[in-house]
């Protein structure tokens, strides 16, 4: 089991950036495939962005390619987003997950693959 905290949103302007942050615990976190995925009010959670437990590899929603950036740090435990360009309909809660099993491909993790699912972390984008 993996523990995930997520940090770093807030309130920016359209055309502003944010880096979201997860710090995560456990032994597995290394050999899992981590993502990022949002939910906006009334519609369903999507995944963002997904990258290899090596972080050699990384998978980005069509919407978000061009302006967001997933990486990760196996030595800090910690997975990072950052955002660009924002848009209004960037606004949502986003959660930091990782994969239900070790060693996958980022193209495969979707939301019925989660293991483990951060508590979120809201980003407000105004117009």
């Known amino acids: 089991q993996v523990q995930l905290a997520e940090s770093g949103g807030g309130l920016v302007q359209a055309g502003g950036s944010l880096r979201l942050s997860c710090a995560a615990s456990?032994?597995?976190?290394?050999?899992?495939?981590m993502g990022w995925f949002r939910q906006a009010p009334g519609k369903e959670r999507e995944s963002v962005a997904t990258?290899?437990?090596?972080?050699?590899?990384?998978y980005y929603a069509d919407s978000v390619t061009g302006r967001f950036t997933i990486s990760r740090d196996n030595a800090k435990n910690t997975v990072y987003l950052q955002m660009n360009s924002l848009k209004p309909e960037d606004m949502a809660v986003y959660y930091c997950?990782?994969?239900?099993?070790?060693?996958?491909?980022?193209?495969?993790?979707?939301?019925?693959?989660?293991?483990?699912w951060g508590q979120g972390t809201q980003v407000t984008v105004s117009s």
């Open positions: 997950a990782a994969d239900r099993y070790a060693y996958r491909t980022p193209q495969v993790m979707g939301v019925t693959t989660v293991g483990d």
């Open positions: 456990g032994r597995t976190f290394s050999n899992k495939v």
């Open positions: 990258i290899s437990w090596s972080g050699d590899s990384t």
